[in-house]
């Protein structure tokens, strides 16, 4: 069955759905630009501005940008806050420090979280070099005790390796 339409009836049809259109892409622009993300990478720069394809190298960088994005009553945006951590391994020298203003709400969270499918491992330690490690010196072997093998205690100059 056709339906004859007049010109008015027909421009008020299409206005209504140009409405509708544009009500439906600002609403979904609004919820996009809400919430805010970060990325970080070993390989990543902290001159850059921490997106996708130019993270961070830091966890403290996407931290203090994080906290940057504050308005002036302390709120986040709307959505909250995700860093992506990607894969590799981040060598820590110290401690990851948040603290309250590092907080997040159930309505406004700050996750912090592993890209899907890539491994993170954060490494709190020192690398040591396997050949700085060296046989007793005479010195060290007579201070073993009788029940275990010298040749088989290696020692290491922990002055050089820069742990004392």
């Given at each position: 069955m056709c339906m004859?339409?007049?010109?008015?009836?027909?421009?008020?049809?299409?206005?209504?759905?140009?409405?509708?259109?544009?009500?439906?892409?600002?609403?979904?622009?609004?919820?996009?630009?809400?919430?805010?993300?970060?990325?970080v990478s070993p390989g990543g720069d902290d001159a850059s501005p921490g997106t996708e394809e130019r993270p961070f190298a830091t966890l403290e960088m996407a931290r203090d940008r994080m906290r940057g994005l504050r308005d002036?009553?302390?709120?986040?945006?709307?959505?909250?806050?995700?860093?992506?951590?990607h894969g590799g391994v981040y060598m820590r020298t110290g401690?990851?420090?948040l603290s309250a203003e590092d907080s997040g709400t159930e309505k406004v969270p700050i996750v912090y979280r592993a890209v899907p499918g890539e491994k993170v491992r954060l490494v709190g330690g020192k690398l040591i070099n396997p050949k700085n490690w060296k046989?007793?010196?005479?010195?060290?072997?007579?201070?073993?005790?009788?029940?275990?093998?010298?040749?088989?205690?290696?020692?290491?100059?922990?002055?050089?390796?820069?742990?004392?």
């Open positions: 004859k339409m007049t010109a008015s009836a027909l421009s008020c049809m299409l206005s209504a759905t140009a409405i509708a259109a544009l009500l439906i892409s600002v609403i979904t622009f609004q919820q996009t630009v809400r919430a805010a993300e970060f990325h002036g009553n302390g709120a986040l945006p709307e959505g909250g806050v995700t860093v992506w951590v401690p990851f420090l046989p007793l010196s005479e010195a060290a072997r007579k201070r073993v005790h009788p029940n275990v093998n010298p040749d088989a205690v290696l020692e290491l100059d922990v002055e050089r390796e820069g742990l004392v």
